[in-house]
């Protein structure tokens, strides 16, 4: 690509290896976008009429849906990065009149995307929502995903003789549904080397260690190349779970849930105080036990982040590859918006001689209340 970064593309059914010097040499751009729950990636191709992509790879399948798997690596400073593992979902040509403009395009998701595919009915008895998760997850150790799922704060399982657990849809939706039901996050994480991927079920914890400062309107020191900030007074909601006291079971009790998270306490020292209040009454019928969950998954996850940042910067300048899920801090922008960040999403833009990324952060709270990050 150019000095110092290299990029690495491996792809092929079931197990991926490095493409062919064919589909190297048509490769136009390369995009991957690693979000909160889910990551996808795109790569465009030049073909021609007698292209090898066109007349051998397409035709036999190299790139069809479901069955072809794709690693993308960045080797930044002789540092790989592993950008995205997963499986091509769709493809798509767009011949031209004009002489090399014709092109494939093709898209994908992560492994995650395997999971959401065949729908199952499984029971679930005597089974926690960690036993649950775990037994999901153990097919795809074949894909080299590797399960992390931290166990429930509150322990609920159904006794045989009131019912069971079950699952209905497909693996996705019933990892998803147990995630928001403890108060916790799942995705699949790729890397940390090609060919690994991290299924992750547990608190939305970032990573502490704060990546290298993006700096802004600071003359030879702004690595950035643009860089701007949001603040939304309605962002931020109380919730006010409604449950029956476990004498009569006619008292409806208020219990207002404390607008915090536990694992991601604010990162400005004036946070913004939350303008809704939201009832639910969907507990109302449920025993202590599952409202107790409730509340305690409701401060695990806590609630959107007031202040939204949007950028954009060269990765060459930076330095580094950013990445979603960690911390990052950011200087130059004053003292009200100056400090750490979550990173909530990266999107990488590969061409030939060029690497870029756009980025949006997010925190609760103006003014820092670290005095320095690290640069």
Known sequence: MLKGVHLSLLIGPGVPVPAPKAVIEAVQSVQVTSGRDKSGFQITLAVSKKSLLLDTLLPAGFFDPITTRVIIVVTLGGFPH?????????????????????????????????MDVVELKVPFPQMSDTMQAYAMLAPYAAFGVVPIVIPSFILDIRV??????????????????????????????????????????????????PQPALSVNMDAHTNVESLSFSLDGLAKETMVVTVLDPITKKIPIPLPIPNISIFQPPLGARP?????????????????????????GRLLKGSANAITASGSLDV????????????????????????????????????????????????????????????
């Open 82 to 114: 592993v950008l995205m593992d997963g499986v091509v979902t769709q493809q798509e040509l767009s011949p031209s009149n004009e002489p090399g403009q014709s092109t494939l395009t093709i898209t994908g998701e992560d492994l995650s995307v395997l």
């Open 160 to 209: 045989i003789t009131e019912g069971y657990d079950s699952q209905t849809g497909t693996h996705l939706e019933r990892l998803k549904y147990l995630a928001d039901a403890n108060g916790f996050v799942f995705y699949v994480e790729p890397g940390p080397l090609p060919g690994q991927s991290i299924a992750y079920m547990g608190p939305n914890i970032r990573v502490p260690v």
């Open 316 to 375: 060459l300048r930076y330095g580094h590859v950013l990445r979603s899920k960690a911390l990052v801090g950011v200087r130059g922008a004053g003292i009200a918006y100056d400090g750490l960040y979550y990173v909530d999403s990266v999107t990488h833009n590969l061409k030939r001689g060029e690497f870029k990324q756009s980025f949006q952060l997010s925190r609760d709270g103006l003014i820092s209340i670290t005095p320095k990050v690290p640069v």
């Open 272 to 296: 913004t105080p939350p303008a809704k209040i939201k009832f639910t009454n969907d507990k109302a019928g449920v025993g202590v036990q599952r409202a107790l969950k409730t509340v305690v």
